[in-house]
């Protein structure tokens, strides 16, 4: 039986992440996508862990400043939370996370060309990487998926967006099809392949990253 990362790579053939120009030199020399989460333990900036950011913030990491993306787009009055699972929580279920958008040799998903629309003011990176050099680079940590944009919970409707510990579902558990993944997500951290490439012209010229 074809498993769902065989079809997903044949369906979604690249995978996209954007960050800020100043982060990479030290995702270069890391080879690693690091969750903002790791950063504000490192920064002793814990208490940010569980609100979203309201603007880009500035983490403090050694000799190094880490640039992280602002959370505007998530508001506790538009989500409906699962059992057990609080606003809090969420935010913080948020950060632990390392996000890809999954697409085509030319661009990612809708989801993916709206959210990079939002900074294309700024001085931001995208990485393109093959999804399976991707999967490959990261043997020991199964991979999960969303249906939605997880970080941008809209009411429709009058209806909130459901959000809960189901939001992310491992490879091996999920039942949608590829077409239907929004988001690929790797928990805590992601090793980058020598394919990675960058691009800071958008979704035109990718040079290797390596």
Not at 78 to 102: C, H, Q, R, Y
Request: glycine share 6%; hydrophobic share 40%.
């Amino acid at each position: 039986m074809t498993t769902l990362n065989e079809k997903f790579v044949q369906t979604r053939p690249f995978v996209y992440h954007l960050t800020a120009l100043a982060n990479i030199d030290s995702i270069r020399r890391r080879r690693v996508l690091f969750s903002a989460k790791h950063f504000l333990e490192q920064g002793g900036e814990a208490d940010y862990m569980q609100r979203p950011r309201r603007g880009p913030r500035l983490i403090r990491v050694g000799s190094e400043v880490i640039h992280l993306r602002d959370q505007n787009p998530l508001h506790a009055g538009n989500v409906a939370l699962g059992l057990d699972m609080t606003f809090p929580i969420f935010v913080e279920m948020l950060n632990s996370k390392v996000f890809f958008w999954p697409g085509s040799a030319a661009s990612p998903i809708d989801y993916g060309v709206r959210h990079f629309a939002r900074y294309v003011d700024d001085e931001v990176v995208v990485l393109r990487i093959p999804s399976k050099d991707l999967i490959l680079s990261n043997p020991l940590v199964e991979p999960q998926v969303c249906s939605y944009n997880s970080g941008s919970p809209r009411c429709s409707g009058g209806k909130k967006s459901p959000r809960g510990w189901n939001t992310f579902v491992p490879f091996s558990r999920s039942i949608m099809r590829p077409s239907q993944v929004v988001e690929l997500v790797y928990a805590d951290k992601a090793n980058l392949p020598n394919s990675t490439q960058a691009s800071t012209q958008g979704l035109a010229d990718f040079q290797p990253l390596f």
